[in-house]
């Protein structure tokens, strides 16, 4: 991807999240095969950095700049947008299947609003991260 290529049509409102990870190679391959359950894949890569997106580089995994050791951060986590519910099994599925850890079984999450699907994982590194999925049919239910 061009890093200057015009995002003026992205409706994020984030521009992009970073996490830090010990173990490079392997943080990348995890992501790699969980990210494209949800049609997410890997953009641009730098040394010991790796952006994914679907058109912009929005998620970034990577060893720390100031050469300290990652860590963890509790109470944050990371959630991706799924198409559907069968999309949210399957990211975490294969999450688990790569070296994930289950923190939340694919479910609803009336709590969340009674449209919320959604799957927690603990990445390799320990970092949180979710799939969900609003789920309009439940309007009509």
């Avoid at 830090?20 to 992501?31: I, L, P, Q, S, W």
């Avoid at 923190?103 to 390799?124: C, K, L, M, S, V």
């Amino acid at each position: 991807m061009d890093s200057q290529q015009d995002i003026s049509g992205n409706q994020s409102i984030i521009s992009h999240v970073s996490i830090g990870t010990n173990h490079y190679d392997r943080a990348v391959r995890f992501y790699e095969s969980v990210l494209a359950t949800l049609g997410i894949v890997k953009i641009m890569e730098y040394p010991g950095a790796a952006a994914f997106g679907k058109a912009y580089p929005e998620f970034w995994v990577q060893t720390p700049l100031n050469g300290e050791p990652a860590s963890v951060g509790n109470g944050c986590h990371f959630s991706f947008l799924a198409t559907n519910r069968q999309s949210v099994d399957l990211f975490h599925e294969t999450a688990v299947k790569n070296g994930g850890v289950n923190d939340g079984n694919p479910g609803e999450r009336p709590d969340y609003g009674h449209q919320y699907y959604g799957a927690f994982i603990r990445d390799p590194d320990g970092h949180k991260i979710e799939a969900m999925y609003w789920d309009k049919e439940q309007d009509k239910k």
